[in-house]
């Protein structure tokens, strides 16, 4: 997943939907590539209480992804699209999940956020979530402030299994 930082120049000025395709971009690229270089068994590693591990979290994304811009703008049940019913259970590794198999879902998952938000607007409301409905402009958001934690846990699950070290207790 290669897009323009949001550093570049011309973001700057570009319009709000712009930005905020820009730093969503940006954010699911950075989790995107958390994986890359890692061993199957590097992925999988559990160093936190939680189901959380690298490959959990890019198969969580996935599944943020299919909820805000499939679930919420077309208003198909989680059933309909194929996705588990609590972001729990998004964590959850089955055997045949690799990275590439992660990788590919979640690039998926990405491109088709992308050709759902193509034709709104920022203020169009979407319908499909539990909240009731929601305007596009707050679906950025959030996705984006979601992307943005996600980003931060798997830098530190990357640092600490590329240096063999975690602090237990």
Known sequence: MDFPPSTDRAVFHAALRDQFEVFLDEHRSALYDSLNGLTEEQAR??????????LGLVKHAAFV????????????????????????????????????????AYQQACTASRQATAKLTLDDLVRGNRRGPLPLRWIYLHTLRELAQHCGHADILREQIL?????HG
Not at 46 to 52: E, N, Y
Not at 73 to 102: K, N, Q, W, Y
Not at 163 to 167: A, C, E, F, P, V
């Open 45 to 54: 590693r559990s160093l936190v209480t939680s189901k959380t591990t690298l």
């Open 65 to 104: 992804e299919k909820v805000w811009f499939d679930e919420a703008i077309t208003c198909r049940s989680r059933t309909e699209i194929g996705i588990p019913d609590s972001p729990d259970e998004s964590f959850d590794l089955h055997d045949g999940d690799t990275i590439a198999s992660v990788q590919h």
């Open 163 to 167: 240096s063999g070290t975690t602090r």
